[in-house]
């Protein structure tokens, strides 16, 4: 097992478990903007650790190119949309959570 290998391994483990971690955040989370945060983490960490892990398993260029251009998109839009979307919430109305109060 060469050391790619290896830490292609402990990318895609790595980017499996920010996946995870964003999913439960998104069920136990109690509101609109704490959930954004834990879809806004499984989207940017996640997604990038399991990209950049597969872009060390590939043999053609042309793959490793289209893996750097999904991962430059992410990057992009990931944020911008967590982003925007708390503003929209935020100018809307949508209230934020306090501790004591009930989960929306």
Do not use: Q
């Not at 920010?18 to 903007?33: E, H, I, K, N, S």
């Not at 990209?51 to 042309?62: K, P, Q, S």
């Not at 991962?71 to 004591?100: N, Q």
């Amino acid at each position: 097992m060469s050391v790619l290998e290896v830490l292609s391994g402990v990318l895609l483990v790595a980017g499996a478990l920010a996946v995870l971690t964003g999913g439960v955040g998104m069920l136990r989370f109690p509101d609109f903007y704490t959930r954004i945060h834990a879809a806004g983490i499984t989207d940017s960490a996640g997604a990038g650790l399991i990209l950049l892990g597969l872009l060390l398993r590939v043999d053609a260029w042309d793959t490793a190119v289209r893996l750097l251009i999904i991962l430059l998109f992410l990057a992009l839009t990931s944020p911008t949309a967590t982003h925007i979307l708390a503003h929209a919430a935020r100018r809307d109305g949508v209230p934020m959570w306090r501790e004591g109060d009930p989960r929306r």
